[in-house]
């Protein structure tokens, strides 16, 4: 089986930024715990801030992958291109968010991207990750 996984904007700063809302633990350490946990899946890490860049990689993995995971940041509530990549491709995606965004700021309320997933995610810190992988295995 072959997972993409997506981090949008700022998701490079895990770890560092905002400790109390995103924890202090860095994606990369929490991916080798991830491919740890589930050696049966062959997974793919890809991290960009630009909105054309994660809209070339839903392209590029949306046709051949068994499934993708999309944490795609502030993106999730303003990105059309995104929620079209996303509506465009065979490949079935899980929206994920460390946080839980409606209990946040009222403009992270909105999910334009969410409509066009398999389901979403949130709430639960990294393993939110966790449980989007357990989506498409179990």
């Known amino acids: 089986m072959k997972i993409l996984i997506i981090n949008g904007p700022n998701l490079n700063l895990l770890g ?13 350490s929490f991916f080798q715990q991830l491919k740890s946990e ?10 960009s ?8 990689k839903l392209h590029e993995f949306g046709f ?6 999309i944490n795609a940041g502030a993106y999730t509530h303003t990105s059309v291109a995104i929620r079209d990549a996303i ?3 065979n490949t079935p995606v899980v929206e994920v968010h460390i946080s839980n965004t409606l209990t946040r700021e009222d ?13 979403c ?7 939110s990750y966790t449980l ?4 498409f295995v179990i």
């Open 121 to 127: 995610i949130m709430g639960f810190g990294l393993k």
């Open 49 to 56: 801030n630009v909105e054309g860049e994660i809209v070339n």
């Open 38 to 47: 589930f050696p049966e899946v062959e997974f793919t890490y890809y991290q």
């Open 64 to 69: 051949s992958a068994d499934g993708i995971i």
């Open 87 to 89: 509506a465009g491709i």
């Open 107 to 119: 403009f992270r309320h909105k999910s334009l991207i969410g409509p066009v997933c398999k389901g």
């Open 132 to 135: 989007a992988v357990k989506s």
């Open 16 to 28: 560092v930024r905002e400790k109390s809302i995103y924890g202090s633990e860095s994606f990369e």
